[in-house]
């Protein structure tokens, strides 16, 4: 039986390239219109894995997709998938020729904000309508001739939403990388890509400090500094029990092993932390741009 892949859809969005990068046409593929109903979903059983966005390289965090796992779904990252990203400008087909003129752009946020260069030199003082994903922003333009709205999205959305590309690559720096996590109720979980092979080992890990105990934050970051563990992110994010309260989300550049990380978490637990595996996984790069069809 072929593994059901859920995506932020709906088709033709970044979400959906990374999971058709990854895991091609074998797999049974299911749009969803937000993360949360994404991830809803994995942990009911609907689907084998949900891919949603976790960060890029120009936005940083994609704090829904964090949030939503933190507080409402405790679900294990057991991949990531990283992708280049291009943004392009498109209208419907009857306004190719008065591009220029639109008074409203529709898109993802974390879209509109890879592009604030473009378009406020192009279009200052313009409304930003903000999508669940760019691909819905596509379908809406398509779907409404009538409004003079644009959308930001990819070459796939364009071709999807029979759109017109007029600005080609708007995103405002030519280093413009997503990556896409892979998740399941069980941190043991297996699949295969047909076409990726793995190019890191990574281990996230979330911590809460003890409250109110000078120096915790740099207690921390020796434990994994004397062991030689390289941390690649570390992050604060609110605990939502307060103002002031945060908690830390914490990459570790090698898979969980037998001694080192284990002996981390204990020293963590040991200085009053509380520390949760969020995933010990693979990740995996995509290196082409968008150009096949989805
Ligand atoms: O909206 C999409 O297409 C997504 O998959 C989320 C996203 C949005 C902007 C950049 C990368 C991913």
Redesign the pocket.
């Known amino acids: 039986m072929s593994n059901r892949i859920g995506f932020?859809g709906p088709r033709a969005?970044?979400?959906h390239f990374a999971v058709q990068s990854f895991f091609g046409d074998e797999v049974e593929q299911v749009p969803y219109t937000t993360i949360p109903q994404c991830i809803d979903a994995v942990a009911d059983g609907e689907i084998d894995f949900a891919v949603v966005?976790t960060e890029?390289a120009l936005e940083g965090s994609v704090n829904l997709t964090f949030d939503y796992l933190i507080h409402e779904q405790p679900l294990y990252i057991v991949g990531e998938i990283v992708s280049p990203?291009e943004q392009h400008f498109m209208v419907h087909p009857s306004r190719k020729n008065d591009w220029e003129n639109v008074t409203r752009i529709y898109s993802?946020s974390?879209?509109i904000a890879?592009c604030h260069k473009f378009l406020h030199q192009t279009f200052k003082g313009i409304t930003y309508d903000y999508a669940t994903?760019?691909?819905a922003a596509a379908s809406y333009v398509s779907n409404h001739p009538e409004e003079s709205v644009a959308a930001i999205a990819n070459n796939l959305a364009a071709k999807e939403y029979g759109l017109e590309i007029v600005k080609a690559n708007i995103h405002d720096y030519h280093y413009n990388h997503?990556r896409f996590a892979i998740l399941h109720p069980s941190n043991k979980a297996e699949y295969t890509s047909p076409y990726l092979t793995p190019d890191k080992e990574k281990t996230t890990l979330m911590v809460t400090l003890p409250s109110d105990q000078s120096g915790a934050l740099h207690q921390v970051l020796s434990a994994f500094t004397w062991r030689k563990l390289n941390l690649s992110k570390i992050e604060s994010r609110p605990m939502k029990t307060g103002l002031g309260n945060y908690f830390f989300i914490i990459d570790i550049d090698m898979l969980v092993d037998e001694i080192l990380i284990p002996g981390a978490i204990a020293e963590l637990e040991a200085l009053g932390c509380s520390v949760k595996l969020l995933g010990s996984y693979e990740a995996y790069s995509i290196s082409q741009q968008i150009e096949k069809e989805v």
């Open positions: 932020l969005t970044f979400t966005p890029n990203i993802h974390h879209a890879q994903s760019t691909g997503t």
